[in-house]
Every structure is written in C-alpha cells, then in structure tokens.
C-alpha cells in the first residue's frame, strides 16, 4: 500500500517561529488532508489540498503532487499550535479511506 | 449541531470481555468509519461505512465487527478484547465518499484492555 511518511517528528519553537513540515508520499495520489491533533487529543481537518497552495491565517500548505510531497507552514507559532499534524491520503487511488503519515510532534513553547 | 459523537470516553475491559463503542452523527453524513491510533503512531482504517446497509474492511480488522443499520449510527463492536486492542478509537464522518471531502472526527475512545 502507500507510505506516507512526516519530518521531522518532533519540533520544538519559541513563540513567534515560523516552521515548516514535511509529508512525503509514495504513490500518486488525487487527496491529501492535513489534520490537527491538538493536546487533549481532538482531530480538527485543516487543508483538503490534493494540489497547489492553500492558506488559512497563519497555515498554509503547499502540494506538488508530481514530486509526492506536501508542505505545511506555520507562521508567527502561538503555543495553540502545539501538538500533532497529520497528513493523510487515500488508501486507494480515491476516496476517504486514508492512510495517515506518523505524525510530527510539535511544542511552542512562550 | 453535536457533530460526531462517540461513548464511552474511557473504558477499561479485562481480557476476553466484550464491548460495543458507539458513534453518532447528526449531520447526514453517508460515510462513517472507524480509526485506531496507537502510541506515537498515526490512524489506521479499521471498518467503514459508505451508507446504511453497507460495511467493509480497513487496514486492521481483526477482532473487530461493525455494523450500519442506520444513517445516523456505526459501532464497533470487540468482539473479544486482547490486550493488544489497547488504544484510542476514534470515529469519523463524510457527506460523501469521494476524496475532497470534510472528514469530521469524534473525540475518541480510550480502550485498555488489561
């Protein structure tokens, strides 16, 4: 099956850092979403972008699908973005059946 | 608007033990399925739903049943709970199948099984 894979996996910033995360995939894929886990374990969606670049305040995520990475950036970190980011694609070539990556950890700290 | 809902929140089952987890949604979503998430891991697909009446298998079904008998409700049954069953379950929803899709979580299940 496909392998999605996260760097770094863990990330510690200052408040105020800019960063950027990194998911590669191993297969073509039309899907992938990022999520938010954050410190008491709630899963929030926050880009559905399967090509180009998305932005939403202080994220933003970039994917190249011929390449089979995305980039999700954090500007201007506040320490409630601490927690797990996820990406995920389709298990199969379609649909919402995902396959997720290992996560990258992060912690602002103020 | 409740979004998606799951019961128990915390559950401690003895070896051999069945449970059912619950999960409901009110949104009329036709997709539902159900994730575990191991220590430092990300989720794997373990059933999902595409519509009542419909059932199929993820990535790690063992051990697990599911049923839809309504739109509304998907749960996961243990059948027989091993300790390696020990994880948080999370449930999630779709309006539709296809990729492009909002998936909406629950806010999970915290299994041991001792």
């Known amino acids: 099956g496909i392998q999605v894979e996260q760097s770094p996996p863990d990330l510690i910033l200052q408040e105020g850092a800019n960063s950027t995360l990194r998911c590669n995939f191993s297969?073509?894929?039309?899907?992938l979403q990022w999520f938010h886990q954050n410190p008491w374990g709630q899963l929030i969606n926050l880009f559905y972008i399967p090509s180009g670049t998305k932005q939403n305040g202080r994220l933003s995520a970039t994917t190249v699908a011929t390449e089979r990475y995305s980039l999700l950036y954090i500007s201007s970190s506040q320490t409630t973005d601490s927690g797990v980011y996820f990406c995920?694609?389709?298990?199969?070539?379609?649909?919402?059946?995902?396959?997720f990556g290992g996560g990258t950890r992060v912690l602002v700290k103020p | 608007n409740a979004g998606v809902t799951q019961t128990p929140k915390f559950q401690v089952l003895k070896t051999g033990q069945s449970m059912t987890l619950q999960c409901a949604q009110d949104m009329n979503h036709e997709y539902m399925s159900w994730y575990r998430q191991d220590p430092g891991m990300g989720l794997r697909l373990i059933h999902y739903?595409?519509?009542?009446?419909?059932?199929d298998q993820g990535e790690v079904p063992n051990g697990y049943n599911v049923s839809r008998s309504t739109t509304e409700d998907f749960p996961l049954r243990l059948l027989s709970a091993a300790p390696s069953q020990t994880s948080v379950y999370f449930c999630?929803?779709?309006?539709?199948?296809?990729?492009?899709?909002?998936?909406?979580f629950g806010e999970g299940s915290w299994l041991t099984v001792v």
């Open positions: 739903s595409v519509g009542a009446g419909i059932t």
């Open positions: 999630a929803s779709s309006y539709g199948v296809g990729s492009g899709n909002t998936i909406y």
């Open positions: 297969d073509s894929v039309n899907n």
């Open positions: 995920a694609v389709p298990i199969k070539a379609a649909g919402n059946k995902l396959t």
